[in-house]
């Protein structure tokens, strides 16, 4: 189990940007591999990053991809998400999440494969 502490959200204009950080407690970090997700008013939680235990390997959402970057210091037991060129359709709170995972490289989409959330960081994108 890892106890999991979002910051970093924010108000910012359209084509602003910001960076997400999600800080986990413990000494096992680095044995999970790590995501986040946003939900917004009135819509389901919905997959945006994840990035496998070691950090080599990472995916994104259609809609993240060219403008965020997931990563990760393990030394640090720290998540990133660095979010450019935000939209107002970005307009959210993001999660972070951790699983545990024995697999160095895989990585996780689906939100019921994740066992530890965050309380969330609320992201407003004006336009």
């Known amino acids: 189990q890892v106890q999991l502490v979002e910051s970093g959200g924010g108000l910012v204009q359209a084509g602003g940007s910001l960076r997400l950080s999600c800080a986990a407690s413990?000494?096992?970090?680095?044995?999970?591999?790590m995501g986040w997700f946003r939900q917004a008013p009135g819509k389901e939680r919905e997959f945006v990053a994840a990035?496998?235990?070691?950090?080599?390997?990472?995916t994104y959402t259609d809609s993240a991809k060219g403008r965020f970057t997931i990563s990760r210091d393990n030394a640090k037991n720290t998540l990133y998400l660095q979010m450019n060129s935000l939209k107002p359709e970005d307009t959210a709170v993001y999660y972070c999440?951790?699983?545990?995972?024995?697999?160095?490289?895989?990585?996780?989409?689906?939100?019921?494969?994740?066992?530890?959330w965050g309380q969330g960081t609320q992201v407003t994108v004006s336009s």
């Open positions: 990035i496998s235990r070691s950090g080599y390997n990472s």
């Open positions: 413990g000494r096992t970090f680095s044995t999970h591999a």
């Open positions: 999440a951790a699983r545990a995972s024995r697999d160095y490289s895989s990585v996780y989409q689906l939100a019921r494969n994740y066992d530890n």
